[in-house]
């Protein structure tokens, strides 16, 4: 699963590809307290993006709950990015909260639905050219995507060990790209879908296949028990 750091520097890139700043453009920073779940994409410096329209960007963790208490300096990053879920007593410095005071229900629904594909549903082994079975996937996912305002749609391909380190990297590149080319073939924008090849460098099986002999393609104990290696991570980001 992509933790929550490693989301928002999969974010923060896919800004770049699609023009947008993280905080240059804009007049004031606004810093978060990143202890816990950050309900807003952030940078290095810990600073909320925001889109070319000067609106933060929010992760899959936001709530108006969330929006309301994660800090930023002395007030809540809220004051900053969502000012109509935010109690107006609570963006005052030194203001004590009024009584009974609640956040507004939100103007849109985030949504941020994450798929895992097994790389081998989708290609054959060593391959990156899509299967039948992939593209029936890809083709309920690209549905799906319809059914939102989206934002970006984040393709992470990962390989097994089999091989060299470049060659997987290239790989599990080609293979996050023909994901991109398939879904912009069935209607979504180019310029929405972020592509990158994470290679062998995260795999999920761990100690299991160390004793399966000889580390190669023809070595099908192998193949087979590294399988869930072999996967490309789809996450679509939007709002309903």
């Known amino acids: 699963m992509i933790k929550q750091a ?45 889109s070319g329209h000067d609106l933060c960007w929010r ?25 109509d879920v935010v109690p107006a007593d609570k963006c005052v410095v030194g203001a004590a909260p009024a009584a009974g005071a609640k956040a507004a229900a939100p ?7 994450k798929v895992k594909l097994a790389a081998d549903t989708l290609f054959e082994f060593d391959k990156a050219v ?6 029936a996937k890809l083709d309920d996912l690209a549905a799906k995507a319809k059914d939102v305002k989206l934002e970006v749609i984040l393709a992470v391909g990962h390989t097994d060990r089999i091989g060299s380190d470049a060659y997987n990297q290239k790989l599990s590149e080609k293979r996050a790209a ?33 004793k399966l002999g000889k580390e190669s393609g023809k070595n099908k104990k192998l193949v087979e028990c590294l399988q869930p ?12």
Not at 6 to 17: G, I, N, T, W
Not at 68 to 83: F, I, L, S
Not at 229 to 240: F, L, M, P, Q, Y
Request: hydrophobic share 40%; proline share 5%; net charge positive.
């Open 59 to 83: 992760t899959g963790y936001w709530t108006p709950a969330a929006a309301a208490n994660t800090m930023a300096g002395q007030v809540p990053v809220g004051c900053e990015c969502d000012k």
């Open 107 to 113: 103007a849109v629904a985030p949504v941020a639905e």
């Open 130 to 135: 899509l299967l039948p079975a992939g593209k």
């Open 229 to 240: 290696d072999r996967r490309v991570e789809i996450e679509v980001i939007g709002t309903k």
């Open 178 to 210: 023909a994901v991109k080319t398939y879904l912009v073939g069935k209607g979504v924008e180019a310029n929405r879908v972020y592509t990158e090849g994470k290679g062998e460098k995260q795999p999920v099986t761990g100690d299991k296949c160390k």
């Open 6 to 50: 490693k989301k928002q520097l999969l974010m923060a890139a896919a800004m770049a590809a699609l023009g947008l700043s993280a905080s240059a453009s804009f007049a004031k920073d606004v810093v978060v307290d990143t202890k816990g779940e950050v309900p807003y994409v952030i940078d290095s410096r810990a600073v909320v993006a925001r």
